[in-house]
């Protein structure tokens, strides 16, 4: 099993930056992806960013250039630049080996943290 905690959201202004964080534990070959995704309200869930353990990352084109995810001893997701279409409430996700396009869909996630909310204001 995989344990997930997301958390770094909070309110900012349009153009400001935020930082969030997930920190992962358990066992290994289950969080090869560590991902971010989110869900604004009346929407459907999002792919944003994803790293994998080899080093790969991955961006949805709509925050790429404006977002990037690294993965140390935790997974971080830098945001820059934000816009209010930014507002969400931000997950991560933990998955096993996989490919894209595959690893975009949040079908491919077993493991979730309970979500961090972003707002920013226009």
């Known amino acids: 099993q995989v344990r997930l905690s997301d958390s770094g959201g909070g309110l900012v202004q349009a153009g400001g930056s935020l930082r969030l964080s997930c920190t992962a534990s358990g066992m290994s070959e289950y969080m090869y992806i560590l991902a971010w995704f989110r869900q604004a309200p009346g929407k459907e869930f999002e792919f944003v960013a994803a790293?994998?353990?080899?080093g790969d990352t991955y961006y949805a084109d709509s925050v790429k250039g404006r977002f990037t995810v690294s993965r140390t001893d935790a997974l971080y997701l830098d945001m820059n630049s934000l816009k209010p279409e930014d507002t969400a409430v931000y997950h991560c996700?933990?998955?096993?080996?996989?490919?894209?396009?595959?690893?975009?869909?949040?079908?491919?996630?077993?493991?979730w943290g309970t979500g961090t909310l972003v707002t920013v204001s226009s």
């Open positions: 996700g933990a998955s096993l080996r996989s490919t894209d396009p595959q690893l975009r869909f949040w079908r491919t996630y077993k493991n």
């Open positions: 790293s994998t353990r080899s």
